[in-house]
């Protein structure tokens, strides 16, 4: 049987990462990121909010993990639901919920609910 392994299939199931990033940037100087970042996505992840600055060409997980925001996960693959989030503003920056998304989180996405892993950023967040 041939079988592929990815990083998150490696996880023991009772581990869940909450990682926070570690910079060299000294406190109080804004870490530079080489592509722009558009602001104005405030999501909630088990009772914190958090202002995301979201960077073209990655997802919503990727994008606040650059920003040293500690958003839980495990999967980055949209099968566990640990990185599951809240949206309070900016939903329309964001591409419509994909199919693993709507599979795992079902009528959640109707009320605001996202898999950070999953939720990209859409056409009118870059149109001008």
């Given at each position: 049987?041939?079988?592929?392994?990815?990083?998150?299939?490696?996880?023991?199931?009772?581990?869940?990462?909450?990682?926070?990033?570690?910079?060299?940037?000294?406190?109080?100087?804004?870490?530079?990121?080489?592509?722009?970042?558009?602001?104005?996505?405030?999501?909630?992840?088990?009772?914190?909010?958090?202002?995301?600055?979201?960077?073209?060409?990655?997802?919503?997980?990727?994008?606040?993990?650059?920003?040293?925001?500690?958003?839980?996960?495990?999967?980055?693959?949209?099968?566990?639901?640990?990185?599951?989030?809240?949206?309070?503003?900016?939903?329309?920056?964001?591409?419509?919920?994909?199919?693993?998304?709507?599979?795992?989180?079902?009528?959640d996405v109707k009320a605001g609910y996202r898999l950070a892993c999953q939720a990209t950023m859409g056409p009118s967040a870059i149109d001008?």
């Open positions: 049987m041939n079988r592929k392994l990815t990083v998150g299939s490696l996880v023991p199931s009772s581990v869940v990462v909450n990682q926070q990033h570690k910079t060299s940037t000294p406190p109080g100087i804004p870490k530079t990121v080489s592509r722009t970042a558009i602001s104005g996505i405030r999501l909630i992840q088990d009772g914190n909010v958090y202002e995301v600055s979201f960077i073209p060409g990655k997802n919503l997980l990727e994008s606040g993990l650059d920003n040293g925001i500690p958003l839980k996960y495990k999967c980055r693959k949209g099968s566990c639901g640990v990185c599951k989030i809240r949206l309070i503003s900016g939903a329309g920056l964001l591409t419509e919920a994909n199919k693993r998304e709507r599979k795992l989180l079902s009528d001008d």
